[in-house]
């Protein structure tokens, strides 16, 4: 086995992982701040790609000006599906949150559907599609952007969770709802602000990987259930560790499919996902009680 | 009270009648297209189109003053629905004939209706199987994989390539082009070096190429419907590959291209001659059906007719002349279809017999290739 196919597979690893740690770090953010898991996720993903298309097609916007409508019109989903969907619940156990999500991700896929239809699309690149060689691998110049991008939404998530103050309720509220109610804070807003956050990362995430995966109206299942992946690796935490954990996921991933066999691609991606939660639930990095967020 | 009745009824069952024999009833046609889901882009072009010709044909008079009635069903490309369909068809419209599915699952579901309720099935799907063993019922108007298979290995016999590495999807559709590639493998003089598969909802295939970057390999051949080519194609640019990459006929229509973007350029592959129909040399037998065909379905639904629709051209216009011929019994139909002989239609010349319920040659294939985000034909 030469040394340049490993680097290609530890390349294309790491820019797939990097979406996963995106879409991961939206399921954190709401995870902690209301308990449940967000199966809805993934169509935010699929959100974000696709109105670009719809920005960019019929409405005839400039790629630039079509992602920020995207990313706007993804996150006032995100807010009115938190505020029609989840909080009107009466009895929020998680279960029926959980069957909620589900119905919310059915429902968006199924609205894609009819109005963009069941074809894939193609994004343009955002800068060229001319590779570049980095030792005896080649990478496309918009794996840079979804590297670069990752990590600068994952600084900002960082500086708005410990430097401004609702970040800090949000924290908050992830520790201790009722504590945090006590002192003052807005819970129910700040589930809100959640949803928000997590909705705009996925569309980011979505819009990102477009023009290298392309999209449709069902790419939100399969990427969800990744970055869902991550988030476990990492322990549901909305930092450094799910980061890894997309990253680590993105890799196997690749070198699986290089090396032992492409059938196994997504099975790999389950197995480790059922290995974590039988042996170490807490995540790959985890205390077993540790701070989340 | 009783008596006043009568005479109504019996006034309303004579003028039913009436019209019945006035104004000749309708032959029903069924149709089995995958409409929606994953078989969208074989079942609606197909739809469209059987739409189009069935309404051409009541325009200019119907078959012999009888108008056609078409009867199409959505089967989502569900093989259990479309049994259930095929059922519907026979036991409550009393068709005819029926046209489709669009799948080789859903087809060869369908076979076992067909054949127990003697009704003539023209099915739109590629599988060898569908018409191997011929069935007494069951034809076919989609090219068998296996002859564009035969396309591609002539061609690269041609090149003096003899290693090549196949990446097929892990589907239906990808099983039966694997299983075709590897069996004439042998009978072109061509080996196999490398044997991987992809996922149909991947969206990363670099690990495969790489692999076979490392290979010994002097070609590629891709079997997959869209997007998964389209994918393979940007990877294998990204990679910097030099050697040339081969498609199946699953990606035959411009969409591969506006997918593939700069990356399709060059790219060869199988096709039905419908997309290069204007580039035909004259002399060509099926120019005529299919240059009508593109023009129609452009004037029709503004956008361009695929090969895929035009298996469903070519199952309504083989009734058409079945029809004509023997009547619109289902026995007669199947007699008729089978008499069949050079019927120039969208998909090839076609000339079915008792041994051949699939009736295409080699020819009903050219191999194009991608040049300035257009078609071209290999010469």
């Not at chain 1, 916007?61 to 995100?78: E, F, K, N, Q, Y």
Request: a positive charge; proline letters at 4%; one cysteine or more.
């Amino acid at each position: 086995m030469q040394f340049d196919q490993i680097l290609q597979y530890t390349l294309s690893g790491l820019s797939t992982g990097a979406i996963y740690a995106l879409i991961g770090i939206g399921f954190s953010i709401i995870y902690n701040s209301t308990g449940i898991i967000n199966f809805a996720q993934g169509e935010f993903v699929m959100l974000g790609g696709m109105l670009t298309l719809f920005f960019m097609g019929p409405l005839k916007l400039p790629l630039w000006a079509a992602i920020p409508c995207a990313v706007l019109i993804s996150t006032l989903t995100g807010i009115v599906f938190e505020r029609f969907a989840i909080r009107p619940l009466r009895q929020p156990t998680p279960i029926n949150l959980v069957i909620i999500t589900i119905g919310g991700s059915i429902l968006m896929r199924g609205l894609a559907m009819l109005l963009w239809g069941k074809d894939t699309q193609s994004l343009p690149p955002f800068s060229g599609d001319e590779p570049i060689a980095i030792g005896g691998a080649t990478i496309l110049p918009q794996h840079i952007w979804i590297l670069g991008i990752t990590l600068v939404i994952i600084a900002i998530n960082k500086l708005y969770f410990y430097h401004t103050i609702s970040g800090k309720a949000m924290r908050a509220c992830a520790y201790n709802r009722r504590a945090a109610g006590l002192v003052g804070i807005d819970v129910r807003r700040m589930v809100m602000f959640s949803f928000m956050i997590s909705s705009a990362m996925g569309a980011v995430a979505g819009i990102i990987v477009a023009p290298l995966t392309m999209t449709a109206y069902d790419v939100g299942v399969m990427l969800g259930l990744k970055g869902f992946c991550a988030a476990i690796i990492g322990g549901m935490s909305s930092g450094a560790a799910t980061v890894v954990g997309g990253l680590i996921l993105g890799v196997l991933e690749s070198l699986g499919a290089g090396l032992v066999s492409s059938g196994y691609k997504d099975a790999i991606a389950f197995i480790i996902l059922l290995l974590i939660l039988f042996i170490r639930p807490q995540g790959l990095f985890g205390k077993a009680d540790s701070e989340r967020v | 009270m009783r008596f006043r009745v009568i005479p109504f009824i019996g006034l309303a069952v004579s003028l039913l009648l009436c019209s019945t024999v006035f104004a000749a009833t309708p032959i029903k046609i069924g149709a089995l297209f995958a409409v929606t889901g994953p078989a969208a882009f074989l079942g609606e072009p197909e739809r469209n189109t059987a739409q189009m010709v069935v309404d051409e044909i009541n325009r200019t008079g119907g078959i012999k003053g009888r108008k056609l009635e078409l009867i199409v069903y959505d089967t989502g490309g569900d093989a259990t629905k479309a049994v259930q369909l095929a059922t519907k068809l026979v036991k409550n419209d009393k068709v005819s004939a029926i046209i489709g599915p669009s799948t080789t699952g859903e087809s060869m579901a369908v076979i076992p209706v067909a054949e127990k309720d003697h009704v003539p099935l023209i099915s739109c799907a590629a599988g060898i199987k569908i018409t191997d063993p011929v069935k007494h019922w069951v034809f076919k108007t989609a090219q068998n994989d296996s002859l564009a298979v035969a396309r591609i290995y002539e061609q690269l016999q041609r090149q003096k390539i003899n290693k090549i590495a196949i990446l097929t999807v892990s589907d239906g559709f990808g099983a039966s082009g694997r299983e075709q590639l590897k069996s004439q493998a042998a009978r072109h003089g061509i080996t196999i070096v490398l044997d991987d598969t992809y996922g149909p909802k991947d969206t990363d295939m670099t690990a495969q190429l790489t692999k076979i970057r490392g290979s010994q390999a002097q070609a590629i051949i891709c079997w997959g419907t869209n997007p998964g080519p389209a994918v393979i194609a940007k990877n294998a640019r990204q990679l910097g590959l030099k050697i040339p990459l081969y498609m199946s006929h699953g990606v035959s229509s411009k969409k591969f291209i506006e997918l593939a973007g700069e990356a399709a350029e060059g790219i060869r592959l199988p096709s039905g001659k419908v997309i290069v129909a204007d580039m035909l040399p004259a002399s060509d037998p099926q120019k005529k059906s299919l240059l009508a065909y593109v023009k129609d379905y452009q004037k029709h639904y503004k956008a361009e007719g695929d090969h895929f629709g035009g298996h469903a051209w070519d199952a309504v216009m083989l009734l058409k002349g079945a029809i004509e011929r023997g009547g619109d019994a289902p026995a007669a139909i199947r007699d008729q279809l089978e008499k069949t002989r050079q019927f120039h239609g969208i998909g090839g010349t076609f000339n079915f017999s008792a041994q051949d319920h699939a009736g295409l040659g080699k020819d009903a294939f050219v191999l194009v290739e991608v040049k300035n985000r257009d078609w071209m034909i290999v010469k």
